[in-house]
């Protein structure tokens, strides 16, 4: 099974730009979708971003298209989420989740679908 290892997170301004990356270990990388998930003080998890084992298609949540891109280097082991104009309500802890691209053909915003989490790094964003 893959472990993921988020990093990046940090305290920023408002406006400003921040990317994250998730390293994963222990599977074939090229094997698996990865999703961005967040979570904010008080409030549920949510769907940030997916990327498809290829990275050929992303999808993003509504709140974060536009401002948000996500990448992967399959060469690498690392998905990225690069994230410009933020605001303060993308204060959250950020949590990258794979799923095994073979098993699951559903949505890629549902939270249930994936099976390994990172561990989170927070982002705080600063008005």
């Known amino acids: 099974q893959v472990r993921l290892v988020e990093s990046g997170g940090g305290l920023v301004q408002s406006g400003h730009s921040l990317t994250l990356s998730c390293a994963a270990s222990g599977h074939t990388f090229s094997d698996y979708d990865l999703g961005w998930f967040r979570q904010a003080p008080g409030k549920d998890r949510e769907f940030v971003a997916a990327i498809i084992w290829s990275g050929i298609i992303k999808y993003y949540a509504d709140p974060v298209r536009g401002r948000f891109t996500v990448s992967r280097d399959n060469a690498k082991n690392v998905v990225y989420l690069q994230m410009s104009s933020l605001k303060s309500e993308d204060t959250a802890v950020y949590y990258c989740?794979?799923?095994?691209?073979?098993?699951?053909?559903?949505?890629?915003?549902?939270?249930?679908?994936?099976?390994?989490w990172g561990q989170g790094t927070p982002v705080t964003v600063s008005s």
């Open positions: 989740a794979a799923r095994l691209s073979r098993y699951h053909t559903g949505s890629h915003s549902v939270m249930s679908t994936y099976n390994t």
